[in-house]
């Protein structure tokens, strides 16, 4: 089994253990490791994840600090409706990228689900739904913004993410 490409800027665990320094690296190698374990990215803080990305963990942390300052906003139209959209800038774009797609990969979901799933797409589900006798089509409006800070952070630690990772 090939591992997952974690450390982006490194070619093995060790060599980002040795670039997060000594005393980095004894606080936060045991979550590093245990999150490694299984298979999720091993985000424990904003000066590991600064390094995983050889990046100034200052702007990590104005990501963090400042969210909406990474965004660009703009209005879209489908038809009468106008749809408002807040899109990501690149910086944060690239982050958001890398965790969805490691984290996925790292989790196990229903058979029936499909949306944001790495190798599934909507012609499996409608193959997986097509003889059910209802079905049922939802678009949430606001479904992003209603979702809390604190809603995401609990979710996290509950895959086992220490609170200052989340």
Known sequence: MKPPPFFVSFRTAADYRAALGDGVAELYWPDIGHLGERRLPPVVSVRALACLFGVSSKFVGALRRNPERYYRSFVIRTGRKKRQIHSPKVGLKVFQK?????????????????????????????RVHARARWIYSVDLADFFPSVSRTRVVGALQGLGYPGHGA
């Not at 969805?100 to 909507?122: C, I, K, N, Q, Y």
């Open 98 to 126: 890398w965790f969805g797609t490691h984290l996925a990969a790292a989790l196990e979901f229903d058979p029936w689900v499909f949306g944001f799933v790495p190798g599934r797409s909507a012609p499996m589900a409608a």
